[in-house]
């Protein structure tokens, strides 16, 4: 693939560390101050988000849901689950329309793109039916009001949401010790027994990272700690709870984690499993690696992670100071466009290049199906990879030729490539381009030129 033009500071910040240069967008005199005061100005609930139902309100919907089907004759419970995934698409194809909106129309791009990274950090997936309805509800709810938060907190609220209790069974997870558990074994009942996976997953993907020294009865033991982490009841309805501790479903006794012993504390057991997750320095290396991926190359400078990662520990995993020393790292203003953009962060840039602030839901959503990158359905809860092999295959681009010639007839006529290439591309647009864009047959053709250039495939 041809290499694409050096950047400068002002399209950078546009480009590597926001959304992409919508066509009234000033170039930032002081990239990184301009940067910088996202930090105070970013919203937590734009108003695309608004309208659409909450947690708890989709919470109460699955209580709904499971007491009908507990009631119901057996002849009659497929019918009740499939009017519930059909009303959790609905919910679904909205939240994707919203985050669409959003990524659009923010005056805070920076932030938005955290958003993004850390929805897919603590990912999950609707391949998994019954969590559709709740998957957009996680980025709103958990992620989104902590991105400027403290590390721990993040994690917390990501990883108790319903939607990752749903996707990685948590919820039914049982102390086999437990009341429960022994209530289940004197009946002779096939009991649901422990479930590992939201143990294995926070130290692989969430913190520690893998080969990081946890050995599998370290994940067994944390897994013993989180039993009784699981969805309110339909009590919950009324107070808006989102998570509940059952103390029933808890493993009595105390806990060995990577050789620290957790005396026994009911729902409080885990949260010190997780507290010293979050402070041991795998942690601080495996999340400063993946930032600095995510912003600057696939291959990050190694000085880079290490103060990201410093300044992680030092402050006890305050992500805004980290932002900080991202922002402020010569490194990560290397002029070379090393990052190949995925295919979410493609079609926002093209979006917002051709000045939409808004496209049908439905519409968002089956483009990120055309292009290989379906919004929170990664089919795993490693998340997308964020790497360029991944992405920069012949026919993923020929599927992005396809996708930017339909956008620029979605556009229509008026929009004239030549003089929107620099304004979107500011300092960084190639004489090759320049001159394919300015022999261009047709005003179309020379816009999708733009859209498919080295340049803008890069950031």
């Known amino acids: 693939m041809e290499e694409s033009a050096p950047m400068t500071p002002s399209a950078l910040a546009l480009n590597r560390f926001g959304l992409g240069a919508r066509p009234d967008d000033a170039p ?47 002849g009659q419970r497929s019918g009740i ?4 995934l059909r009303e959790g698409r609905t919910d679904y194809v909205a939240a994707v329309g919203a985050r669409t909106a959003s990524a659009l129309q923010t005056a805070t791009p920076f932030v938005e793109r955290l958003v993004h990274f850390w929805s897919n950090h603590f990912a999950v997936s609707v391949d998994k039916p019954l969590i559709i309805g709740v998957a957009g509800s996680m980025e709103a709810d958990a992620i989104r009001p902590h991105v400027l938060g403290r590390f721990e907190d993040l994690l917390l609220a990501a990883v108790r949401h319903p939607a990752m209790l749903l996707f990685l069974d948590q919820a039914q997870s049982i102390g086999p010790r437990s009341p429960m558990g022994a209530r289940s074994e004197e009946r002779q009942q096939r009991a ?56 029933a479903l808890h493993e009595p006794g105390a806990r060995t984690v990577l050789g620290r012993v957790y005396a026994e504390g009911g729902e409080e057991q885990a949260k010190a499993v997780i507290r010293d997750l979050v402070a041991a320095p795998a942690t601080a290396q495996h999340i400063a690696r993946k930032l600095a991926r995510h912003f600057v190359a696939d291959e990050p400078p190694a000085a880079l992670v290490q103060k990201l990662a410093d300044t992680f520990t030092r402050t006890g995993g305050d992500l805004p100071s980290v932002y900080r020393e991202l922002i402020a790292s010569p490194l990560a203003w290397q002029p070379a466009s090393a990052k190949f953009k995925s295919p979410w962060d493609w079609t926002i840039s093209s979006l917002r290049a051709l000045g939409r602030s808004t496209v049908p839901p439905a519409r968002a959503a089956a483009l990120m199906t055309q292009l290989g990158q379906p919004v929170w359905r990664p089919g795993s809860p490693a998340g997308y990879n964020d790497l360029a092999a991944t992405w920069a295959a012949p026919d993923a681009l020929m599927r992005r030729v396809e996708v930017a010639q339909g956008l620029v007839q979605e556009a229509g006529a008026g929009i004239d490539a030549r003089s929107l290439a620099p304004r979107v591309l500011p300092g960084a647009l190639s004489e090759a381009t320049a001159s394919a864009i300015a022999r261009a047959e047709s005003s179309g053709t020379a816009l999708a030129l733009l859209l498919v250039s080295p340049e803008f495939l890069r950031r």
């Open 81 to 84: 689950r499939e009017a519930y």
């Open 28 to 74: 930032p005199a002081d990239p990184q101050r301009w940067l910088l005061s996202q930090l105070e100005a970013y919203e937590p609930l734009p108003a695309a988000w608004k309208p659409l139902r909450r947690t708890p309100a989709l919470v109460d919907v699955w209580n709904t849901m499971q007491r009908s089907v507990r009631q119901a004759p057996e």
């Open 192 to 247: 649901r027994g422990l479930n590992e996976n939201l143990a294995r997953e926070i130290m692989e993907l969430h913190t520690l990272g893998v080969r990081s020294g946890y050995t599998q009865e370290d994940v067994t033991e944390f897994a013993r700690a989180l039993t009784g982490w699981t969805l309110p009841g339909d009590a919950g309805a009324a107070t808006g709870a989102t998570f509940r501790f059952v103390p």
